[in-house]
């Protein structure tokens, strides 16, 4: 069983930088992966970013590509969102997940935990 945990939300400016944690406890194996996904009010939960365990290939939505980028430290079983020039509309609960995803990264149905999510919000 994997449980993550997230941290590193918060209130920022437009303009302004946070760096989102997950770490996760259990077992991990080299199919594994781990992605971030967000909901905003009234909206669907959408794909933000994900990233292979063994050998760190990312993926991301087109809405954060070259603002965002995802990562991991496998000696801490951590995983990491670093987002910069956040937008108002970035303001969301994010949520962090992981599962034995080969691929399609964007489907949260491949994942199989989740964290408890944190909230990133973003004032113009």
């Known amino acids: 069983q994997v449980q993550l945990v997230e941290s590193g939300g918060g209130l920022v400016q437009a303009g302004g930088s946070l760096r989102l944690s997950c770490a996760a406890s259990?077992?991990?194996?080299?199919?594994?992966?781990m992605g971030w996904f967000r909901q905003a009010p009234g909206k669907e939960r959408e794909f933000v970013a994900a990233?292979?365990?063994?050998?760190?290939?990312?993926y991301y939505a087109d809405s954060v590509k070259g603002r965002f980028t995802i990562s991991r430290d496998s000696a801490k079983n951590t995983a990491y969102l670093q987002m910069n020039s956040l937008k108002p509309e970035d303001t969301a609960v994010y949520y962090c997940?992981?599962?034995?995803?080969?691929?399609?990264?964007?489907?949260?149905?491949?994942?199989?935990?989740w964290g408890q999510g944190t909230q990133v919000t973003v004032s113009s």
């Open positions: 990233i292979r365990w063994s050998g760190g290939t990312t």
């Open positions: 997940a992981a599962g034995l995803v080969l691929y399609s990264f964007g489907r949260e149905a491949l994942y199989d935990h």
């Open positions: 259990g077992r991990t194996s080299g199919s594994f992966a």
